[in-house]
Each structure stands twice: as C-alpha cells, then as structure tokens.
C-alpha cells in the first residue's frame, strides 16, 4: 500500500505501470488532508501567538496557497493541469483594523494581486523598474482592497495561469486552455531579454 505520494508514483501511473486501488486512491487523499490539517495547525498557532502578543488586531495575516491538487479527479494527479481543481486556490486576508471581517468575495482574483494589496494597505507604492522597456517593470497585479471593502464587484475581467505545459486564460463564465508547445516561439519575443 502506498504510505507516501511522490512524483515517482504519479508518473508510474500517468505511464500505466500501476493503476492505484480504492485503497491507494482513500490513502493518497487521506494523505493530502493530513497535510491540510497539519498547516491548518500551523497557521492557528502563529495567529495565537500573536494573540497572546497582544499583536493579531495589528498584524495583516494572509494565507494563499500556489496551487490546487488532482487527487484522482479528472483520472488525473497532482498539480499539472488546468482544471479548477489545480487553479483555484485559497485568500484568506484579515486585519481587523484595516479590512472588513467576514467579508466573502466571489470576484475574479489571482496571485498576482497580493503584492499590490499589501503595497495598498501599506500605504507603499508598488515597486517599479523604469529600466526595462514599456510597462514591464510594473506589477501586473490589481489591488484587491476596494473588492475586500466592497467599494467594487471586481478588479479584473480575466484571470491568467501557467504551469510550463499549458497556459490559460479564464473569466467568470469560460477558460481556454492551450499547450504551450502549440505557441510559436515568437509569442514569447522579448522576454528573455529582460534583465534579472
């Protein structure tokens, strides 16, 4: 039986050298949730610490993740593709002096949007390379403190996402996904000429 899940066995199974059992399959997600619930752990004990500091009302806590799992859905595992299971993550922001609790929104967001929020919330303007050519230099992400205080619908139309296989753009209703290798290497003109 299975007591760890590596790469390793994903890829055994993605070659068909093994079909995992309704044990296997119980195990590897039983797995994933012992993960879940032992960083669920983690994060409640630095929020309670910082309690006890007398901190947590001035202390901007976020909790993100960089990417859902496949965990059988889709016959498929791991976090290779471009379903909602592997795109789709938690945001979870909360500072009781400066947003408002329990707000939950259901707006269009991605992981770029962090940076600005916390530059937002900071009273910082986001950094800026006036070296590279055009715009590249700013953030691409969107500030989400008007969406977390209601003050808007939404930030963004789309949302991006790439994993070195497929990219995918995606609003709130559809989502194209291509493999990159159907890109032409012009698509990707300029950008290794950015300096970093």
């Known amino acids: 039986p299975i007591d760890a899940f590596y790469s390793g066995y994903r890829e055994a199974i993605e070659r068909g ?3 995992p059992t309704p044990a296997d399959v119980e195990q590897i997600r039983n797995l994933y949730y012992a993960g879940v619930t032992w960083a669920d752990d983690m994060i409640g004990q630095v929020l309670d610490e910082l309690e ?3 901190v947590l009302d001035d202390t901007l806590v976020i909790v993100t993740a960089d990417h859902g799992e ?19 993550v ?3 922001m909360s500072w009781p002096r ?3 609790q329990g707000a939950r929104v259901p707006a269009l967001v991605e992981s770029v949007d962090v940076l600005p929020t916390i530059c937002e919330l900071a009273g910082l303007e ?10 590249a230099g700013r953030v691409d ?15 963004k139309e789309f949302a991006f996402s790439e994993n070195g296989r497929y990219l995918a753009i995606q609003d709130r209703d559809w989502k194209l996904v291509v ?18």
């Open 17 to 19: 050298e093994y079909a």
């Open 70 to 88: 496949e965990l059988g859905d889709h016959g498929l595992w791991e976090h290779n593709f471009m379903y909602q299971t592997n795109l789709v």
């Open 179 to 196: 493999p990159e290798a159907m890109l032409p290497p012009e698509a990707y003109r300029g950008i290794d000429e950015f300096p970093v």
């Open 90 to 92: 938690p945001l979870v």
């Open 126 to 135: 986001p950094p800026y390379d006036a070296g590279l050519p055009d715009d």
């Open 52 to 54: 006890r500091r007398g």
């Open 141 to 155: 992400g969107k500030s989400l403190v008007p969406l977390a205080r209601g003050e808007v619908a939404a930030v």
């Open 98 to 100: 400066g947003l408002p």
